[in-house]
DNA sequence: CTGAAAGCGCTAACAG
DNA sequence: CTGTTAGCGCTTTCAG
């Protein structure tokens, strides 16, 4: 049993335009029959078909949003903002948790351009090349659908990224002040390279070497058992390291398990670093140093972008690039304030 | 530059009738056409409609997720579950976070109405009376749309739920059986009310009495920071207690940073329980007993039982009751390795 | 096997 | 102010 505008209309005596008219708030009518329309909408609980709809006005108030994982609080988190934000503004969002892999992410987005969806937010860790990333750009273009990314550095589309190099050297180079020169760090594909590259720009800085057999490099997803793995073949390999610095808060917490397990206290024996400020990073025992990443403000910005870019020719868009500044907190785990206690 | 069925059947020299034709993979197409019609498809990079085809095939492959909050490990899990079944069965998620608003729900009900979703899964720990209800079921079944709830108890509706009763008085009597007589409990309206009853029938059975005044019941989300602020209202109540069961694990983190905070440590000086055994609860220190909630059960019986239904007759069907059993994992934070170790 | 044509439910001119 | 009508992009008879 469907119920269409068809019926509304006749329940109401008028036509289907009319029922459309009162829908749509547009050209006035006159009160009383508006009135009769809407009672009819009411008793018959009449939904608009948003498909039909959207078949016309060329928007179906959904936004796509791929992310890489879900068992991340980063990406939850930011998953929440942004869900809550487009609520606000009447869209909709519909999700896919790509596992960072490449056929996934072009997967998702093709069921999403198949949906019409009205603009996607892409966020990833995977790094792109230009050529890989041509078959989503080019599908996107093609369906003028805008895209805006989180991390991942696209010359044609509107990108927000972190400045994780930043915030790396920031995380590393407060571990040199503390005087630590062995210092290791785990990471990995699935974690963005910058912070590798930042932990390496601090040493730069400060006139050290890098000892590459303290970079521990994890094959699968960025998550506790995986840092609880590379800690330990740290730990196996014999080399000399008194700190960690993490890719990520996650792979922190499996790596300062390891290194409890082994014996060790942290930040007493080794002072540990990790990256993104989640939320159990404060909760955490010793509380979790970090380098935070404003989730809130990214989470904005990402749905601001893509709702500038709803009207516009995505083809004349001048892409813009936003750059959000990491913040290192200092709590315990990095030994800071333990040390600070023994000066006094 | 839209690119549609037209195009495609021009560039390949055929009616749409034939395009559509091999996109349905149906009628028997010559295989030559059929060559140059996909030749076009792939040259054009043209990506079907999908809301064109809903109006005919009556089905988005799409459906609509309701969960009450994404900062819960819980719900985050079970989502990336049916997420994950749902893609494999071609279907994407549409997902809408309630913050336990009763108004949040029904508005996002209506949208995924409005987008005819082709089933509603519905997670709520809201307790419903069937006259709050009736506005969603109404709705659902004006609309032909399955509904399959976890843990709301709609007679009209296949719904899923844990057994809560029985996994929360196993909790309560474990920590009865290890000598503990004063057991507060720390839940509220946004946790499943069965988790209190289950405490008070451990105490029944066991012929003791409750204090009601070691019942906190906090009023917003069950947060980390709600969890904190209920337990410190108990430690500031002057009242007597040797245990807390917490009404879910997250609440249960929170009330342990209290206990601690006030000099006492976990289970040494009181002992703690939690519930749904979320992935941080076995990291967490001390490791958190628990009652687990059989995620991956539960995600792929929500995804099966939607399934089912998307053919039928919703008006001939007979709702289906699934239970599922809870199990306690008893870890470190009630004090039971610790007797162990005691009494060897 | 393939094309023509009739809609799906709705919006948007265009008349009245 | 309101009704009629022509599509939106696709699937599905119904003929050829």
Same mark, same amino acid.
């Given at each position: 049993?469907? $119920?269409?505008?068809?019926?509304?209309?006749? *329940?109401?005596?008028?036509?289907?335009?009319?029922?459309?008219?009162?829908?749509?708030? #547009?050209?006035?009518?006159?009160?009383?029959?508006?009135?009769?329309?809407?009672?009819?909408?009411?008793?018959?609980?009449?939904?608009?078909?948003?498909?039909?709809?959207?078949? $016309?006005?060329?928007?179906?108030?959904?936004?796509?949003?791929?992310?890489?994982?879900? +068992?991340?609080?980063?990406?939850?988190?930011?998953?929440?903002?942004?869900?809550?934000?487009?609520? !606000?503004?009447?869209?909709?969002?519909? %999700?896919?948790?790509?596992?960072?892999?490449?056929?996934? !992410? %072009?997967?998702?987005?093709?069921?999403?351009?198949?949906?019409?969806?009205?603009?996607?937010?892409?966020?990833?860790?995977?790094?792109?090349?230009?050529?890989?990333?041509?078959?989503?750009?080019?599908? +996107?273009?093609?369906?003028?659908?805008? %895209?805006?990314?989180?991390?991942?550095?696209?010359?044609?589309?509107?990108?927000?990224?972190?400045?994780?190099?930043?915030?790396?050297?920031? =995380?590393?180079?407060?571990?040199?002040?503390?005087?630590?020169?062995?210092? @290791?760090?785990?990471? @990995?594909?699935?974690?963005?390279? #910058?912070?590798?590259?930042?932990?390496?720009?601090?040493?730069?800085?400060?006139?050290?070497?890098?000892?590459?057999?303290?970079?521990?490099?994890? !094959?699968? *997803?960025? +998550?506790?058992?995986?840092?609880?793995?590379?800690?330990?073949?740290?730990?196996?390999?014999?080399?000399?390291? +008194?700190?960690?610095?993490?890719?990520?808060?996650?792979? =922190?917490?499996?790596?300062?398990?390891? *290194? !409890?397990?082994? @014996?060790?206290?942290?930040?007493?024996?080794?002072?540990?670093?990790?990256?993104?400020?989640?939320?159990?990073?404060?909760?955490?025992?010793?509380? *979790?140093?970090?380098?935070?990443?404003?989730?809130?403000?990214?989470?904005?910005?990402?749905?601001?972008?893509?709702?500038?870019?709803?009207?516009?020719?995505?083809?004349?868009?001048?892409? #813009?690039? $936003? $750059?959000?500044?990491?913040?290192?907190?200092?709590?315990?785990?990095?030994?800071?304030?333990?040390?600070?206690?023994?000066?006094?």
């Amino acid at each position: 049993m469907k $119920i269409t505008i068809k019926e509304v209309a006749q *329940l109401a005596g008028v036509s289907i335009a009319t029922v459309s008219r009162v829908l749509n708030e #547009k050209n006035k009518v006159k009160p009383s029959t508006r009135d009769s329309v809407q009672q009819a909408i009411e008793q018959l609980n009449f939904q608009p078909d948003q498909n039909a709809r959207t078949m $016309i006005k060329k928007s179906t108030k959904t936004i796509g949003m791929l992310v890489p994982e879900l +068992t991340n609080e980063f990406w939850v988190f930011l998953l929440d903002i942004v869900q809550k934000e487009l609520w !606000e503004l009447g869209y909709t969002l519909l %999700i896919g948790s790509t596992d960072h892999q490449r056929e996934k !992410e %072009i997967a998702f987005a093709k069921s999403f351009i198949e949906k019409r969806v009205d603009g996607i937010i892409y966020g990833s860790s995977v790094i792109e090349t230009a050529k890989e990333m041509s078959d989503l750009i080019a599908l +996107t273009k093609r369906y003028d659908i805008p %895209i805006v990314t989180l991390d991942p550095r696209i010359p044609q589309a509107n990108c927000i990224f972190g400045d994780h190099i930043q915030g790396a050297t920031d =995380a590393t180079d407060h571990l040199i002040r503390q005087g630590h020169r062995h210092i @290791g760090y785990i990471g @990995g594909p699935s974690v963005s390279a #910058k912070r590798e590259l930042g932990y390496r720009n601090a040493f730069m800085t400060n006139d050290l070497i890098v000892n590459e057999a303290l970079i521990q490099r994890i !094959e699968g *997803l960025p +998550t506790f058992e995986n840092g609880y793995e590379a800690a330990r073949r740290l730990l196996e390999s014999g080399e000399r390291f +008194t700190a960690l610095f993490c890719g990520n808060d996650v792979l =922190a917490f499996g790596t300062i398990k390891a *290194l !409890e397990e082994h @014996g060790w206290s942290v930040p007493q024996d080794i002072a540990v670093v990790g990256y993104d400020d989640v939320h159990s990073a404060r909760l955490w025992k010793p509380a *979790l140093t970090t380098v935070r990443q404003p989730l809130q403000d990214i989470g904005r910005t990402l749905v601001e972008m893509i709702m500038d870019s709803l009207g516009k020719d995505i083809h004349e868009l001048v892409p #813009k690039k $936003i $750059i959000f500044q990491m913040q290192l907190v200092v709590r315990d785990s990095c030994g800071a304030s333990l040390r600070n206690e023994e000066q006094q």
